[in-house]
Nanobody
Framework: QVQLVESGGGWVQAGASLRLSCAAS????????MGWFRQAPGKVRGFVAR???????YYANSVKGRFTISRDNAKNTLYLQMNSLKPEDTAVYYC??????????????WGQGTQVTVSS
């Protein structure tokens, strides 16, 4: 079993930066692909970024060039550096752990989420 806990959310002005963290309790953190997702009020949950166990990254077009996903396997921690934040980035952000299985990534474990609010 893997338990994930997000932190680092907050209320900031447009153009500001935030760094989200996701602490994992699993013993095999370095073997998982990790992802960040977000859900805005009245919207479905959407993909933000992922990083493979080997360090390869992929981003949604809406955040590419502004957000950076990274991981520190020694600390069992996933990060999301968010720069140039916009009001449309306002959402609850979730981290997840999973793996690529056949045709797609499947996420088995999810955190409780952390609120990010960007005001104009």
């Amino acid at each position: 079993q893997v338990q994930l806990v997000e932190s680092g959310g907050g209320w900031v002005q447009a153009g500001a930066s935030l760094r989200l963290s996701c602490a994992a309790s699993g013993r095999t953190f370095d073997s998982y692909s990790m992802g960040w997702f977000r859900q805005a009020p009245g919207k479905v949950r959407g993909f933000v970024a992922r990083i493979s166990s080997g360090g390869s990254t992929y981003y949604a077009n809406s955040v590419k060039g502004r957000f950076t996903i990274s991981r520190d396997n020694a600390k069992n921690t996933l990060y999301l550096q968010m720069n140039s934040l916009k009001p449309e980035d306002t959402a609850v952000y979730y981290c997840a752990a999973g793996s690529f299985r056949g045709w797609s990534y499947e996420y088995d474990y999810w955190g409780q989420g952390t609120q990010v609010t960007v005001s104009s």
